[in-house]
Nanobody, 120 residues
Framework: QVQLVESGGGLVQPGGSLKLSCVVT????????MGWHRQAPGKQRELVAT???????NYADSVKGRFTISRDNAKNTVYLQINSLKPEDTAVYYC??????????????WGQGTQVTVSS
């Protein structure tokens, strides 16, 4: 019953900005970490950013300084603010979360992705 719902993707021009959101719903006991990955056409899925429940952040070198990951633990929501977008940022962005559900089972969940397209 745990579900991740992403939103905020779209078409933007180079240099523009977007803010992605991912809301986790269902029977949740504890969330340990949240993150974002992306997959561009013809490429492997790659890690973009992660954040622990304590606020520790990690970023891929390609996005560091332009992307910011944040979370609202009370709302079980993770965000990705993406600035100074480049065409090479075009990809499907996937949210994921490491959590323990109401039955005490720890598992890694994934959203279905949101498309980000950067083009003039």
């Amino acid at each position: 019953q745990v579900q991740l719902v992403e939103s905020g993707g779209g078409l933007v021009q180079p240099g523009g900005s977007l803010k992605l959101s991912c809301v986790v719903t269902g029977s949740i006991f504890s969330i340990y970490a949240m993150g974002w990955h992306r997959q561009a056409p013809g490429k492997q899925r790659e890690l973009v950013a992660t954040i622990t429940s304590g606020g520790r952040r990690n970023y891929a070198d390609s996005v560091k300084g332009r992307f910011t990951i944040s979370r609202d633990n009370a709302k079980n929501t993770v965000y990705l603010q993406i600035n100074s977008l480049k065409p090479e940022d075009t990809a499907v962005y996937y949210c994921n979360v490491d959590l323990t559900d109401g039955f005490g089972v720890r598992y890694d969940y994934w959203g279905q992705g949101t498309q980000v397209t950067v083009s003039s």
